[in-house]
């Protein structure tokens, strides 16, 4: 297991188009977390899974975001119509239960 | 005000100077993470703390839950742990499950 993996380490796109990220956490875990981190600031929660079940989700995702975990493996987020303002490191971790966080590298959005 | 204040927000070195990085939060919760973040974005957790102190080589952590303060302390610090360092503190109130809560980090740098 190489730890939690995410996919592309970097994305460029115009203001308007759709963009998808997508986490693969480690294996044994059943939670899986999306974060959103701007410049100088801490990550912020995004939402949740406890397995297939999204189990919670912050304010600042909104309309324009989806988060899916199909299979309780993987996990994909999607934006929509994305806006100069979703320009942020998109963090992914994983954990078993609320013990073995581990983060992964994180996808670094630009929306020009 | 946020829930997890860091301080300092940037601190810079001497090889070998001895290091504390302060963290207070101001809700109940069931642990604190102390996680590195080096530039490129990738987060590595060094601690989980719940009670009392732990160490790993260079590196001290303790918490004390009556105050709502941790701190972090790198000895004999190095070049090689200038990065930024957040705390993060997973809350027990309401339906959360186990999202953390981040401060905005520690940006450090060890001068040689």
């Known amino acids: 297991d190489t730890g939690v993996s995410q996919d592309p380490r970097h994305k460029i796109t115009k203001r308007g188009q759709n963009v998808t990220f997508r986490c693969d956490p480690i294996s044994e875990h059943n939670r899986l977390y999306w974060y959103r981190q701007t410049l100088g600031q801490g990550p912020e929660f995004l939402t949740y899974?406890?397995?297939?079940?999204?189990?919670?989700k912050s304010r600042l995702l909104s309309d324009r975001f989806s988060a899916e975990r199909p299979k309780g493996s993987f996990s994909t987020l999607e934006i929509q119509r994305t806006e100069q303002g979703d320009s942020a490191m998109y963090l992914c971790?994983?954990?078993?239960?609320?013990?073995?966080?581990?983060f992964g590298s994180g996808t670094r959005l630009t929306v020009v | 005000k946020n829930e997890v204040e860091q301080s300092p927000q940037n601190l810079t070195a001497q090889e070998g100077e001895f290091i504390t990085i302060n963290c207070s939060y101001s809700?109940?919760?069931?642990?604190l993470h102390w996680l590195q973040q080096h530039p490129g974005g990738g987060i590595v957790s060094l601690f989980m703390?719940?009670?009392g102190k732990k160490k790993h080589g260079r590196l001290i952590a303790t918490i004390n839950i009556q105050e709502k303060h941790s701190s972090l302390h790198i000895t004999a610090s190095h070049p090689r742990d200038s990065a930024v360092y957040i705390c993060?503190?997973?809350?027990?109130?309401?339906?959360?499950?186990?999202?953390?809560?981040f401060g905005k980090g520690t940006k450090l740098s060890v001068k040689p």
């Open positions: 809700v109940g919760i069931s642990a």
């Open positions: 993060a503190v997973m809350p027990n109130y309401g339906g959360s499950q186990g999202n953390l809560i």
């Open positions: 899974f406890q397995n297939e079940a999204q189990l919670e």
């Open positions: 703390l719940s009670s």
């Open positions: 971790a994983s954990s078993f239960n609320r013990n073995g966080y581990t």
